[in-house]
């Protein structure tokens, strides 16, 4: 555990106590027996056994050192990165006390690389404010110790950095913060290096993820990120999904006739288990390629897709293994056998969509949108789930907790504002807030137009008229007079706006990381004032969603 700037480690305060005890006692212990000890020569045999032990050891010893010293070379140098030298390149900071944070860098580092993106490691401890001055992007991989303390080796950036801002402007950045909630002050670190970092100027790619004593949903969710900011949306997971088994009982399509992507209304039920979910939760999804993709690509590699092959945890048709793993070039393919081709393929990694729905309903919802590739084809997981999964199929989804966007206290007034279909996550806490009995709800929502895009519309107005909505604003930007988003409506509303957060209103933001919530932010900051919004996110008050 480390320390505040300026004082002595509490790992090695404790364990100096530790060894004067263990000398002390001894010390205790050798006096006891001192008097009662006679020097014996051993003899020849003994002394040359002896020292052939010692010998042994301390070639032991030298091996071992020398293979550690060289593995933390190769492990310094993958994490340094072959891209150093690009000056776009991202770079990944970590602070690390026990070596998991450096772990977790590096293997961000890996995926990063994978996927073509120019990136290097370096340890916070080495950076100071003129150094992140000067990068494009990085990623901070950051621990905490003791009761919010920064790791050892990041205790002087901490020292010299983090007591007042520095001029970041240019900087964009990504925090994963590691922490334990058993600790009073969970993340504390990670949480003060991001609240320098908003204090500074600089902008952040996604809202930070935090850890608690390695959670693999939350690390999962870091993964999703770097997928996105790398633009190669099949990074594999880090680890093997486990995934329950689900089916899709409805798809309806909400806004036909849309000017934008065609969104649906999905309903799942589980096969192997209850509904047990929280309203802010997130869905995993496990996508898969459809069975046309999959028997096209077999014809043009020349394998044979009912050969039975072994997935790591059973026996399976070639065709099924295929299905939930990326597709690689079929001339790569040609000539394997389907063993062979079986251990080359790597697991499509999750898609990640907000739950539009709380248990009570007796099914999952979603609200997903069909995107589409740069050459037209529907996206991997939307493409499943909106067109290649037909009605009945089995669906591979697993839940993962996001307690950062529970809904608030019942008593508490409720400021809800999204776009697209942000809309999923902000109708689960009004199902679970007014099936609680709450009823001071303001919504702002934007889309493209009233006609197509009033997604799950009938509800909504219903829960006004029932005064379940205290206040509904609605911004549709292609509906002429210019184009009117949430943030500009939010901006209009400040004085009210004022009143609501006077009274102790909550804020909850769920839909795009780009344009919307970053408008919202600057919206929430004029009218509230920049300490006014950071108290009300230390609070809890003001959460996001966004993607």
Same mark, same amino acid.
């Given at each position: 555990m480390s320390r505040p700037a300026g004082s002595l480690p509490r790992a090695a305060l404790g364990q100096a106590l530790l060894l004067a005890l263990l000398g002390a006692l001894a010390l205790w212990l050798l006096a006891l027996h001192v008097r009662g000890m006679a020097w014996h020569d051993p003899g020849r045999v003994r002394w040359a056994w002896a020292a052939a032990a010692l010998l042994a050891w301390l070639v032991f010893v030298g091996v071992t050192w020398r293979t550690r010293r060289r593995a933390a070379r190769a492990d310094r140098a993958a994490l340094a990165g072959a891209d150093a030298g690009a000056r776009d390149a991202v770079v990944v900071a *970590?602070?690390? +006390?026990?070596?998991?944070? /450096? +772990?977790?860098?590096?293997?961000?580092? +890996?995926?990063?690389?994978?996927?073509?993106v120019p990136v290097r490691g370096a340890a916070l401890g080495e950076l100071d404010a003129a150094a992140l001055a000067a990068l494009p992007r990085v990623l901070f991989v950051a621990s905490t110790t003791g009761e919010g303390d920064a790791p050892d080796g990041a205790a002087g950036f901490a020292r010299r950095c983090l007591s007042a801002p520095?001029?970041?402007?240019?900087?964009? *950045?990504?925090?994963?913060?590691?922490?334990?909630?058993? *600790?009073a002050?969970?993340?504390?670190?990670?949480?003060?290096?991001?609240?320098?970092?908003?204090?500074?100027?600089?902008?952040?790619?996604?809202?930070?993820? /935090?850890v608690d004593n390695g959670d693999a949903g939350a690390l999962r969710h870091w993964q999703h990120h770097l997928a996105l900011l790398s633009g190669a949306s099949e990074l594999p997971d880090w680890r093997r999904p486990d995934y329950r088994r689900w089916r899709l009982v409805e798809r309806r399509q909400l806004n036909p006739g849309t000017l934008g992507g065609a969104a649906f209304h999905l309903a799942l039920q589980p096969l192997d288990g209850e509904l047990a979910w929280q309203a802010g939760d997130i869905a995993e999804v496990g996508p898969r390629h459809d069975g046309a993709s999959v028997t096209a690509w077999l014809a043009a590699a020349g394998a044979d897709g009912g050969a039975v092959v072994d997935d790591g945890e059973c026996r399976v048709p070639l065709a099924e293994l295929l299905a939930r793993s990326h597709l690689p070039p079929p001339e790569e393919a040609r000539g394997l056998d389907a063993a062979a081709l079986a251990a080359r393929l790597q697991p499509l990694p999750h898609r990640e969509y907000s739950i539009a729905s709380v248990p009570a309903d007796g099914a999952l919802h979603l609200l997903v949108r069909r995107m589409r590739r740069a050459d037209g084809t529907p996206g991997l997981g939307s493409g499943w789930l909106t067109a290649g999964a037909p009605p009945g199929a089995e669906i591979a989804l697993r839940i993962r907790a996001n307690p950062n966007f529970r809904p608030p206290a019942n008593d508490v007034p409720l400021i809800l504002i999204g776009n697209g279909t942000g809309m999923a996550g902000l109708r689960a806490l009004l199902r679970a807030r007014i099936a609680a009995g709450a009823a001071r709800h303001w919504l702002l929502f934007g889309e493209r137009q009233a006609a197509h895009d009033f997604y799950y519309h009938e509800e909504i107005e219903a829960w006004r008229r029932a005064g379940r909505i205290e206040r509904l604003d609605l911004a549709w930007s292609r509906d002429g007079g210019g184009r009117v988003y949430v943030q500009h409506l939010l901006a209009r509303a400040a004085d009210e706006l004022r009143r609501w957060i006077d009274a102790g209103a909550a804020i909850r933001v769920c839909g795009s990381l780009d344009g919307m919530a970053p408008g919202v932010d600057a919206a929430l900051r004029e009218a509230l004032g920049a300490e006014a919004v950071e108290r009300l996110r230390a609070q809890g008050r003001y959460r996001r969603d966004v993607y």
């Amino acid at each position: 555990m480390s320390r505040p700037a300026g004082s002595l480690p509490r790992a090695a305060l404790g364990q100096a106590l530790l060894l004067a005890l263990l000398g002390a006692l001894a010390l205790w212990l050798l006096a006891l027996h001192v008097r009662g000890m006679a020097w014996h020569d051993p003899g020849r045999v003994r002394w040359a056994w002896a020292a052939a032990a010692l010998l042994a050891w301390l070639v032991f010893v030298g091996v071992t050192w020398r293979t550690r010293r060289r593995a933390a070379r190769a492990d310094r140098a993958a994490l340094a990165g072959a891209d150093a030298g690009a000056r776009d390149a991202v770079v990944v900071a *970590y602070a690390s +006390q026990t070596g998991f944070a /450096e +772990q977790l860098a590096r293997r961000t580092v +890996q995926s990063l690389q994978a996927a073509g993106v120019p990136v290097r490691g370096a340890a916070l401890g080495e950076l100071d404010a003129a150094a992140l001055a000067a990068l494009p992007r990085v990623l901070f991989v950051a621990s905490t110790t003791g009761e919010g303390d920064a790791p050892d080796g990041a205790a002087g950036f901490a020292r010299r950095c983090l007591s007042a801002p520095a001029a970041l402007g240019g900087l964009r *950045y990504g925090l994963l913060a590691l922490g334990d909630r058993d *600790y009073a002050d969970f993340c504390g670190f990670g949480r003060r290096l991001h609240d320098w970092l908003q204090r500074s100027g600089a902008q952040a790619l996604f809202d930070p993820v /935090e850890v608690d004593n390695g959670d693999a949903g939350a690390l999962r969710h870091w993964q999703h990120h770097l997928a996105l900011l790398s633009g190669a949306s099949e990074l594999p997971d880090w680890r093997r999904p486990d995934y329950r088994r689900w089916r899709l009982v409805e798809r309806r399509q909400l806004n036909p006739g849309t000017l934008g992507g065609a969104a649906f209304h999905l309903a799942l039920q589980p096969l192997d288990g209850e509904l047990a979910w929280q309203a802010g939760d997130i869905a995993e999804v496990g996508p898969r390629h459809d069975g046309a993709s999959v028997t096209a690509w077999l014809a043009a590699a020349g394998a044979d897709g009912g050969a039975v092959v072994d997935d790591g945890e059973c026996r399976v048709p070639l065709a099924e293994l295929l299905a939930r793993s990326h597709l690689p070039p079929p001339e790569e393919a040609r000539g394997l056998d389907a063993a062979a081709l079986a251990a080359r393929l790597q697991p499509l990694p999750h898609r990640e969509y907000s739950i539009a729905s709380v248990p009570a309903d007796g099914a999952l919802h979603l609200l997903v949108r069909r995107m589409r590739r740069a050459d037209g084809t529907p996206g991997l997981g939307s493409g499943w789930l909106t067109a290649g999964a037909p009605p009945g199929a089995e669906i591979a989804l697993r839940i993962r907790a996001n307690p950062n966007f529970r809904p608030p206290a019942n008593d508490v007034p409720l400021i809800l504002i999204g776009n697209g279909t942000g809309m999923a996550g902000l109708r689960a806490l009004l199902r679970a807030r007014i099936a609680a009995g709450a009823a001071r709800h303001w919504l702002l929502f934007g889309e493209r137009q009233a006609a197509h895009d009033f997604y799950y519309h009938e509800e909504i107005e219903a829960w006004r008229r029932a005064g379940r909505i205290e206040r509904l604003d609605l911004a549709w930007s292609r509906d002429g007079g210019g184009r009117v988003y949430v943030q500009h409506l939010l901006a209009r509303a400040a004085d009210e706006l004022r009143r609501w957060i006077d009274a102790g209103a909550a804020i909850r933001v769920c839909g795009s990381l780009d344009g919307m919530a970053p408008g919202v932010d600057a919206a929430l900051r004029e009218a509230l004032g920049a300490e006014a919004v950071e108290r009300l996110r230390a609070q809890g008050r003001y959460r996001r969603d966004v993607y």
